[in-house]
């Protein structure tokens, strides 16, 4: 199994920063850490669908939604799939729940924003404010 934790989210005025962790640990009791397979930030807002942010495979490629492009940046630490999202000139449409997430199977990411449905393992959120 793996567990998630993201951190890091909170209120801020519109133009501003913040960064987001997520923390991954594994059950490796049978010798299997799941690691390296594509991961990403997803986010969530009240009465509408979980919708990708951006995902990252472990060479460091990474895609990002439209609304994020350039103003957002996903990276991972591989020695223990951490991984982080950088948000610059934050917009109260970028409030929501953020959520981290793994891939069940790929480790690759081309493609794999929007198939959310099979990222298997997610933390339990991490609310973002941005107020304007």
């Known amino acids: 199994q793996v567990q998630l934790a993201e951190s890091g989210g909170g209120s801020v005025q519109a133009g501003q920063s913040l960064r987001l962790s997520c923390s991954h640990s594994?059950?490796?009791?049978?010798?299997?850490?799941?690691?390296?397979?594509?991961m990403g930030w997803f986010r969530q807002t009240p009465g509408n669908e979980r919708e990708g942010v951006a995902v990252i495979d472990a060479d460091g490629s990474a895609t990002y939604s439209d609304s994020v492009k350039g103003r957002f940046t996903i990276s991972r630490d591989n020695t223990d799939d951490a991984l982080f999202l950088q948000m610059n000139i934050l917009k109260s449409e970028d409030t929501g729940m953020y959520y981290c997430?793994?891939?069940?199977?790929?480790?690759?990411?081309?493609?794999?924003?929007?198939?959310?449905?099979?990222?298997?393992?997610w933390g339990q959120g991490t609310q973002v404010t941005v107020s304007s």
């Open positions: 997430a793994q891939h069940r199977w790929e480790r690759v990411c081309m493609g794999l924003l929007n198939d959310i449905a099979n990222f298997g393992y």
């Open positions: 594994t059950d490796s009791r049978f010798g299997y850490t799941h690691s390296g397979y594509c």
